[in-house]
């Protein structure tokens, strides 16, 4: 594998998408020795292959506002890689949204869905659309016009879409009604993160945090650590944010701060099971403000103005909201305050300039493609209980799930161990997932 001119072909066909470029780099680094001891990797162009989509769909998606206007938003599915399974992957309704971002999250969604070991590909949508403020009826409406485009494309053998950030419980049920009344099928698992009871599995809402705390857990207990007494700073306040809190405390740890567009909530004593219960309003609320926290509990958090969770003193911190959240000038700042641990809960939360940094601390860090992926394991097992038409007890699922994230933490160890006896758990996880996807692509010939 020639890498400069793999990168420099990828620049030039694809200016300016600099999130799917730092996305594959990333990877393609980490896997550069390992490709080039496999010539037939090389022979059947394996890379070259799947740094590009399989397909992208880009449509117009148009609906009425609640003062009777009419709005336009670009609505986008990426289909990138299908080797291992149905393509999976969820949807993102952010202002930021564009193509750029959802290649480099498809990408990722690649090794992410292979670390699972389960059957499922690789794939990423979203929208334009900003929910912030927006009504229950606006968001209904436009969900149910985005549907209207993506429907045909989806299917739980084709495509089977998930949440995201902007996509919660509410946003899968509007796009779920619109889907099963376009399709004129209930065909429960098209979509995933549904509520229980028409669909959903049991702790969907929380895996993400849940298989997180189960990875950072075996991070801590690889040193010889224990989570109990920890402090852990989370950034954002949505579903992930809200499991991580739950694990983490139920494991002994102190979430002490959690942060938002606005700033950042310091929680010295450690959030409460009250405050971990106001995150779901505060998300449900469409003001993506975190000083909401602060104003109903103003004995426990101390609200700051634009501060970031790194800047509260923590043994453990997990990017949780964005891609790039944490810069090198952040990881400067954890590192001096004494942080322990750094694990990246969302996708490619850290910027390459702060990984490098941490990692020359010598601190371990963990990437969000093995650290996060509980939220998809789990969409999977509810592909499973829909196809079964089955539903697991609330423990069966955790069961699975921690099973999971348990085998995922194995393999990274297993490919990212060094001479040293250190554990590059960035370089474990691309190569543990590239290896499958790159030995499912060559059995199934030139595609």
Same mark, same amino acid.
């Given at each position: 594998?020639?890498?400069?001119?793999?990168?420099?072909?990828?620049?030039?066909?694809?200016?300016?998408?600099?999130?799917?470029?730092?996305?594959?780099?990333?990877?393609?680094?980490?896997?550069?020795?390992?490709?080039?001891?496999?010539?037939?990797?090389?022979?059947?162009?394996?890379?070259?292959?799947?740094?590009?989509?399989?397909?992208?769909?880009?449509?117009?998606?148009?609906?009425?506002?609640?003062?009777?206007?009419?709005?336009?938003?670009?609505?986008?599915?990426?289909?990138?890689?299908a080797?291992?399974?149905?393509?999976?992957?969820?949807?993102?309704?952010?202002?930021?949204?564009?193509?750029?971002?959802?290649?480099f999250?498809?990408?990722?969604?690649i090794?992410?869905?292979?670390?699972?070991?389960?059957?499922?590909?690789?794939?990423?949508?979203?929208?334009?659309?900003?929910?912030?403020?927006?009504?229950?009826?606006?968001?209904?409406?436009?969900?149910?016009?985005?549907?209207?485009?993506?429907?045909?494309?989806?299917?739980?053998?084709?495509?089977?879409?998930?949440?995201?950030?902007?996509?919660?419980?509410?946003?899968?049920?509007?796009?779920?009604?619109?889907?099963?009344?376009?399709?004129?099928?209930?065909?429960?698992?098209?979509?995933?993160?549904?509520?229980?009871?028409?669909?959903?599995?049991?702790?969907?809402?929380?895996?993400?945090?849940?298989?997180?705390?189960?990875?950072?857990?075996?991070m801590?207990?690889?040193?010889?650590?224990?989570?109990?007494?920890?402090?852990?700073?989370?950034? $954002?306040?949505?579903?992930? /944010?809200?499991? #991580?809190?739950? %694990? *983490?405390?139920?494991?002994? +740890?102190?979430?002490? &701060?959690?942060?938002?567009?606005?700033?950042?909530?310091?929680?010295?004593?450690?959030?409460?099971?009250?405050?971990?219960?106001?995150?779901?309003?505060?998300?449900?609320?469409?003001?993506?403000?975190?000083?909401?926290?602060?104003?109903?509990?103003?004995?426990?958090?101390?609200?700051?103005?634009?501060k970031?969770?790194?800047?509260?003193?923590?043994?453990?911190?997990?990017?949780?909201?964005?891609?790039?959240?944490?810069?090198e000038?952040d990881?400067?700042?954890?590192?001096?305050?004494?942080?322990?641990?750094?694990?990246?809960?969302?996708?490619? $939360?850290?910027?390459?300039? /702060?990984?490098? #940094?941490?990692? %020359? *601390?010598?601190?371990?860090? +963990?990437?969000?493609? &093995?650290?996060?992926?509980g939220?998809?394991?789990?969409?999977?097992?509810?592909?499973?209980?829909?196809?079964?038409?089955?539903?697991?007890?609330?423990?069966?699922?955790?069961?699975?799930?921690?099973?999971?994230?348990?085998?995922?933490?194995?393999?990274?160890?297993?490919?990212?161990?060094?001479?040293?006896?250190?554990?590059?758990?960035?370089?474990?996880?691309?190569?543990a997932?590239?290896?499958?996807?790159?030995?499912?692509?060559?059995?199934?010939?030139?595609?």
């Open positions: 594998m020639n890498l400069k001119k793999i990168m420099a072909d990828l620049e030039a066909k694809h200016p300016g998408e600099s999130e799917y470029l730092q996305a594959v780099q990333e990877v393609l680094e980490s896997i550069e020795d390992v490709y080039n001891k496999h010539p037939e990797f090389e022979k059947a162009k394996i890379v070259e292959r799947l740094v590009e989509p399989d397909r992208i769909f880009t449509f117009r998606v148009t609906w009425v506002n609640d003062k009777g206007e009419v709005c336009t938003n670009l609505g986008y599915r990426v289909q990138f890689n080797a291992l399974g149905a393509y999976k992957g969820g949807l993102r309704f952010h202002k930021a949204v564009n193509v750029s971002m959802l290649k999250l498809g990408f990722e969604q090794f992410k869905n292979s670390l699972t070991n389960l059957p499922l590909g690789g794939g990423k949508g979203g929208s334009d659309f900003d929910p912030v403020g927006k009504s229950d009826e606006e968001i209904m409406r436009f969900c149910q016009a985005f549907m209207y485009e993506l429907w045909r494309n989806i299917g739980p053998d084709q495509d089977s879409p998930a949440g995201d950030v902007g996509v919660g419980g509410r946003e899968i049920g509007y796009l779920y009604g619109a889907y099963k009344k376009l399709a004129r099928e209930h065909s429960t698992g098209a979509l995933t993160g549904k509520s229980y009871g028409w669909g959903g599995s049991l702790i969907r809402p929380e895996a993400t945090g849940f298989g997180a705390i189960y990875y950072v857990e075996r801590v207990k690889e040193q010889k650590d224990t989570m109990k007494g920890k402090k852990i700073a989370l950034s $954002g306040f949505g579903n992930v /944010a809200w499991g #991580a809190a739950i %694990k *983490a405390t139920e494991l002994g +740890a102190k979430v002490v &701060a959690i942060s938002g567009p606005d700033g950042v909530c310091e929680i010295k004593n450690g959030i409460t099971k009250d405050m971990i219960d106001y995150m779901l309003e505060m998300r449900a609320s469409n003001r993506n403000k975190v000083e909401d926290m602060a104003t109903k509990f103003p004995k426990l958090a101390k609200f700051t103005a634009g970031k969770a790194w800047s509260v003193k923590c043994d453990i911190a997990c990017p949780c909201a964005f891609q790039n959240e944490m810069d000038k990881a400067k700042e954890l590192i001096k305050n004494g942080v322990k641990y750094v694990a990246e809960v969302s996708n490619m $939360g850290c910027q390459p300039k /702060a990984i490098a #940094a941490i990692q %020359k *601390a010598k601190i371990p860090f +963990a990437p969000g493609k &093995a650290v996060n992926a939220g998809v394991a789990t969409s999977g097992l509810e592909i499973c209980q829909n196809a079964g038409h089955i539903n697991w007890t609330a423990e069966e699922v955790d069961v699975k799930l921690h099973k999971i994230m348990n085998d995922i933490y194995d393999m990274c160890v297993e490919y990212g161990k060094q001479k040293d006896g250190s554990i590059n758990y960035v370089k474990g996880a691309n190569i997932g590239f290896m499958r996807v790159a030995k499912a692509m060559l059995a199934q010939g030139i595609i």
